[in-house]
């Protein structure tokens, strides 16, 4: 069974910075395509930043380009999420995301095959 568990939310300052981390078990994820997506308080999931699975494609959201880099490693079945220059509006529940085999980069919601339970990110102003 395919697991994904996700690490790293928590409290930080507008300016500051977090790195997430989802961690991928049941299956060997080096041939999937991994992404971050999050959800706001009454809001809609949206896409946030995601890689190919050969990693050599890679899209963001307009609102955290420059900001945000996603990374993977796939010795460890983990993909990461660093996160700079956070502001309040990042406020969220993150969730990473994991699509079909040998597929694009997962950047709709649609497109995932598994998902992480989700970590809280609150930036305060």
């Known amino acids: 069974q395919v697991q994904l568990v996700e690490s790293g939310g928590g409290l930080v300052q507008a300016g500051g910075s977090l790195r997430l981390s989802c961690a991928a078990s049941?299956?060997?994820?080096?041939?999937?395509?991994m992404g971050w997506f999050r959800q706001a308080a009454g809001k809609e999931r949206d896409f946030v930043a995601g890689m190919s699975w050969t990693g050599t494609s890679i899209y963001y959201a307009d609102s955290v380009k420059g900001r945000f880099t996603i990374s993977r490693d796939t010795a460890k079945n983990t993909v990461y999420l660093q996160m700079n220059s956070l502001k309040p509006a990042d406020t969220a529940v993150y969730y990473c995301a994991v699509g079909r085999q040998f597929s694009g980069a997962v950047t709709t919601a649609v497109g995932a095959s598994y998902w992480g339970q989700g970590t809280q990110v609150t930036v305060s102003s």
């Open positions: 049941g299956s060997t994820f080096s041939t999937y395509p």
